[in-house]
């Protein structure tokens, strides 16, 4: 598991302006590589001829599980569904699914693909309902995690970046859907202290 501390903060540059705040780099494209080829490997040497499902939750999800997916190196298959729980900068508190799991998934190995678990309430859910269709294992794969804002008892099972509770966009993450195309992450200014 790689951790995100402040050693590890770039230099207050690079600002982008999203929704009236401005955001910092917190976590640079190269890095974000780096760590999905890792989790990549992982994932082959676990499911070398098991064919999995990757199951993609958008939107937030898309970049990160499009490139995990392609850099995984044996058999796999790739689905979407979509579920909201934000809205601005925090959560709503409740899942809403809004386009649902469309294969069947029994038998199979699924990996949950999610940008980040913080509460952990939509993983929680989610996982919940998967294991109602009776697949083989269900297993999470998330770009970022934290532990500090945990709700619900949820453990990833690969895990890219544990960082502290503070708000991030881009690589994926919004602010209200603005901010998915940024290729590095980044932090809201005021939360770099």
């Given at each position: 598991?790689?951790?995100?501390?402040?050693?590890?903060?770039?230099?207050?540059?690079?600002?982008?302006?999203?929704?009236?705040?401005?955001f910092?780099?917190?976590?640079?494209?190269?890095?974000i590589m780096?760590r999905?080829?890792e989790?990549?490997?992982?994932?082959?040497?676990?499911?070398?001829?098991?064919?999995?499902?990757?199951?993609?939750?958008?939107?937030?999800?898309?970049?990160f599980?499009?490139?995990?997916?392609?850099?995984?190196?044996t058999?796999?298959?790739?689905?979407?569904l979509?579920?909201?729980?934000?809205?601005g900068?925090g959560?709503?508190?409740?899942?809403?699914?809004?386009?649902?799991?469309?294969e069947?998934?029994?038998?199979?190995d699924?990996?949950?693909?999610?940008?980040?678990?913080?509460?952990?309430?939509t993983?929680?859910k989610?996982?919940?309902?998967?294991?109602?269709?009776?697949?083989?294992s269900?297993?999470?794969?998330?770009?970022?995690?934290k532990?500090?804002?945990l709700?619900?008892?949820v453990?990833?099972?690969?895990?890219?970046?544990?960082?502290?509770k503070?708000?991030?966009?881009g690589?994926g993450?919004?602010?209200?859907?603005?901010?998915?195309?940024l290729p590095?992450?980044?932090?809201?200014?005021s939360?770099?202290?």
């Amino acid at each position: 598991m790689h951790f995100m501390n402040s050693d590890m903060l770039p230099a207050m540059k690079d600002v982008v302006k999203v929704g009236g705040m401005d955001f910092v780099p917190y976590i640079r494209r190269e890095q974000i590589m780096a760590r999905v080829k890792e989790l990549a490997s992982q994932i082959t040497d676990e499911y070398r001829d098991r064919c999995p499902l990757v199951l993609c939750v958008l939107n937030g999800a898309f970049a990160f599980a499009s490139d995990l997916f392609r850099a995984i190196d044996t058999d796999a298959e790739i689905s979407f569904l979509r579920l909201k729980s934000y809205e601005g900068t925090g959560s709503t508190g409740t899942v809403k699914q809004m386009l649902p799991l469309s294969e069947n998934i029994e038998g199979r190995d699924v990996i949950v693909v999610e940008d980040i678990v913080d509460t952990g309430r939509t993983i929680h859910k989610l996982v919940e309902d998967l294991k109602t269709k009776n697949p083989s294992s269900v297993r999470i794969a998330t770009l970022l995690y934290k532990p500090e804002a945990l709700i619900c008892d949820v453990c990833p099972d690969y895990v890219g970046f544990e960082i502290p509770k503070k708000f991030i966009i881009g690589y994926g993450l919004d602010l209200d859907g603005l901010a998915r195309n940024l290729p590095d992450i980044y932090v809201l200014a005021s939360e770099t202290c």
